[in-house]
Nanobody
Framework: QEQLVESGGGLVQAGESLRLSCAHL????????LGWFRQAPGNEREFVAG????????SYANSVKGRFTISRDNAKSTAYLEMNNLKTEDTAVYYC???????????????????WGRGTQVTVSS
């Protein structure tokens, strides 16, 4: 099983920015579609953004489109989530995960992913 480690979370005010990182511990990072998800207290885990193996295609949830940018550096086995103009409703634990299977299509279902990291807390105050 792959191992992922998220970092970069913190406490910010509304309108500010954060950059999350997702480090993959292994040599197979470039073979995976990668997704960022988040889970707020009392809510189900939801898809935030995804990126295909070569970083040619990205996908975003409507709630973050235009504010968040996903990227990856396969040479560093790391993915990023740049979050701008943060809102209080972005407060959640953010997770990265790799998509199962051979498809390079970006899926949004949580059950299409595994090897979840432990997450990083993002708190946005008003």
């Amino acid at each position: 099983q792959e191992q992922l480690v998220e970092s970069g979370g913190g406490l910010v005010q509304a309108g500010e920015s954060l950059r999350l990182s997702c480090a993959h511990l292994g040599r197979t990072f470039r073979f995976y579609v990668l997704g960022w998800f988040r889970q707020a207290p009392g809510n189900e885990r939801e898809f935030v953004a995804g990126i295909d193996r070569s970083a040619s295609v990205t996908s975003y949830a409507n709630s973050v489109k235009g504010r968040f940018t996903i990227s990856r550096d396969n040479a560093k086995s790391t993915a990023y989530l740049e979050m701008n103009n943060l809102k209080t409703e972005d407060t959640a634990v953010y997770y990265c995960a790799v998509q199962r299977g051979a498809t390079n299509d970006i899926l949004t279902r949580t059950d299409a992913y595994d090897s979840w990291g432990r997450g990083t807390q993002v708190t946005v105050s008003s």
